[in-house]
């Protein structure tokens, strides 16, 4: 395997990460300490959104491949155009992350 291929497999990797392996860790924390599920939820939803934002502002490839593969496209690490990318998704599912994250900060505040 090249150095390029090597590459983009990472890039590949960590676009799966950002779109669903999250998801698994936060399942398989959230099982380990059932007693802390709001918080561990409130949390990796506010992780999740800060890492999209992030990630969209600074042009990292594994972002724009996440977008991709959200709109059931091929995943292209080395053809990268953001203009392609809608600011609802790189900006409207962070928030709505960020804010329902916060509120379930709250509400485990407030039933502890």
Sequence with gaps: MSKGEAATKRVIALAYFHRYGWIGTMTGLVLLVPKQAL?????????????????????????????????????????????????????????VFFVSGLALLILAILYE
């Design 39 to 95: 918080d561990i939820v409130g949390i990796c939803f506010i992780l999740f959104s800060v890492w999209s934002v992030v990630g969209y502002k600074l042009k990292w490839r594994h972002i724009y491949c996440s977008f991709q593969n959200t709109h059931r496209k091929t995943m292209t690490p080395y053809s990268v155009r953001w203009q392609q990318v809608r600011k609802s998704d790189a900006y409207g599912v962070p928030f």
